[in-house]
């Protein structure tokens, strides 16, 4: 005797193409983010919003 056939699940497939094309349509259609640009002068002093000048010299790195 033989082993029946796999029984096909059309709904589950169905479901597994629609997420795929939502997440195709979702990758296709999305656009980067854009900042305005900008220019910062050298020696430009930056606040924190309590006004405190903000030391940025090195990053922190070190």
Avoid: E, I, Y
Wanted: positive net charge; aromatic residues 4%.
């Amino acid at each position: 005797m033989t082993a029946p056939k796999a029984r096909r699940r059309p709904r589950l497939w169905s479901l597994v193409a629609a997420v795929c094309a939502a997440l195709l349509a979702s990758l296709l259609c999305a656009s980067g983010a854009q900042a305005a640009p900008v220019t910062v002068g050298n020696g430009t002093q930056f606040a924190t919003t309590s006004g405190d000048v903000v030391h940025a010299h090195g990053g922190g790195v070190g």
